[in-house]
């Protein structure tokens, strides 16, 4: 089982809000994790979104807007990548990662539909 | 403001050796962990090494352990991959990354085939 899941996909409106999972496998305690996220577009390379632990620990991504947010779902085992008022210009992958025993694990990615 | 310039890459029959380099700027290089993420045409990210800023500890995805090397030279800013035994399924794009993988290059595309 991969250490971090993510859906293949999502569909959401423009104006919209959408709400993106990564859920860490069930022996990882996504209680003191740090969720990083980064999105990509086609032919371009990964821009880091943010990082978040708590309300306390987070770092939002240099030059991110706040309509970008994370939160994490700890009844799920999940990190949660919020993005307000969509834009078409949002359409991307979207992927979470986290440091687990000195190494990193990339989720598998979301690719986010705006239409 | 932070650049990372990925070269080396290119053709390699398996079982080939092939280094590739990242130059590094706008940044106190040295004080950071930098690391190798690779990418597979189409598909998704997976990191692949990372080393701390004094280059004395480095970690590695199982799939490369024992075959690749990360290595950095803090006087000339530089960082590096040297892969040997390489397979078919190494064959992607890899990325140099900062720290906390905020920053990236623009990669360099290796292709491993016969």
């Known amino acids: 089982q991969a250490v971090v899941t993510q859906p293949p996909s999502l569909s959401a409106s423009p104006g919209a809000s959408a709400s993106l999972t990564c859920t860490l496998r069930?022996?990882?305690?996504?209680?003191?994790?740090?969720v990083h996220w980064c999105r990509q577009k086609p032919g371009s390379p990964p821009q880091y979104l943010l990082w978040?632990?708590?309300?306390?620990?987070?770092?939002?991504g240099s030059g991110v807007p706040s309509r970008f947010s994370g939160s994490k779902d700890a009844s799920a085992n999940a990190g949660i990548l919020l993005i307000s008022g969509l834009e078409t210009e949002d359409e991307a992958d979207y992927y979470c990662?986290?440091?687990?025993?000195?190494?990193?694990?990339f989720g598998g990615g979301t690719k986010l539909t705006v239409l | 403001e932070v650049q990372l310039v990925e070269s080396g890459g290119g053709l390699v029959q398996p079982g080939g050796s092939l280094r590739l380099s990242c130059a590094a700027s706008?940044?106190?290089?040295?004080?950071?962990?930098v690391h190798w993420v690779r990418q597979v045409p189409g598909k998704g990210l997976v990191w692949v090494a990372r080393?701390?800023?004094?280059?004395?500890?480095?970690d590695y995805a199982d799939s490369v352990r024992g075959r690749f090397t990360i290595s950095r030279d803090n006087a000339k800013n530089m960082l590096y991959l040297q892969m040997s035994s390489l397979r078919v399924d190494d064959t992607a794009v890899y990325y140099c990354?900062?720290?906390?993988?905020?920053?990236w290059g623009q990669g360099t595309l290796v292709t491993v085939s016969s």
């Open positions: 990662m986290i440091w687990h025993r000195s190494l990193v694990f």
């Open positions: 069930s022996d990882i305690n996504i209680g003191t994790y740090r």
């Open positions: 706008g940044f106190n290089f040295g004080n950071y962990w």
């Open positions: 080393i701390s800023g004094d280059g004395t500890r480095s």
């Open positions: 978040y632990n708590s309300d306390s620990d987070k770092r939002q």
């Open positions: 990354s900062h720290e906390n993988l905020d920053y």
